[in-house]
């Protein structure tokens, strides 16, 4: 039976052996602290973001207006209502950014943006293609406002996609800014947590 001033023995040892790591822990953790908040204006900005929620805004409006303009060409109600289905989702992904930016934004919800704004550039082009097809048959089968009305659907398509793949780049931009410091803070983490365990290695009692 081992005696109680041995048990204390046993445990004061093991406390100083312990010493080390959890003054190292404590040291981490401020650095890991101070590191962040040194790298905090790496992460977009509340003022950038703003901008970017109203841009895209902007873009959609347009979106939605062209689509009226998209149901107008042979099979466009078709393609108006998987398109509409982009515009539904992206309401809902602006409504939920508004409503908390950075935090929002500084998620998964803002790669949804970014695929949403992608998706409904693609969508236009698409458009843009068919007006501009539809115009030229009507062009030779002598329909000549016909194609001239096509032809006006193909541009503002065609202007429409352009600006959502301009926003969408900058959405893009600063969703990758968010990656690469969200990044740098976990590897940051992840490597003072192994000298932790290192030290607690080199402290362990050897058998």
Known sequence: ???????????????ERMKPCILMSLLLVLLSNAYAQENELKFPAEQQIDLLITQSERAFDSYENTLQLEAQLVGGPESVAKDREVLNTARKVLATLKAN?????????????????????????????QGGMQSANAA?????????????????????????????ESALDLYAQYLSTEYKLTQQAADRLQQCVDLLKKSAPKR
């Open 140 to 168: 030779q089968a002598g329909k000549v406002n016909l194609a001239m009305s096509n032809v006006h659907i193909s541009q503002t398509c065609l202007d429409t996609s352009q600006l959502l793949y301009t926003v969408s």
């Open 101 to 129: 930016p950075s935090k929002a934004f500084n998620s998964p919800m803002g790669f949804l943006l970014v695929t949403n704004l992608d998706d409904a550039s693609r969508n236009m082009a698409v458009c843009m293609g």
């Open 1 to 15: 039976m081992v005696r109680r001033d041995e048990d204390a023995s046993m445990f004061f040892d093991k406390g």
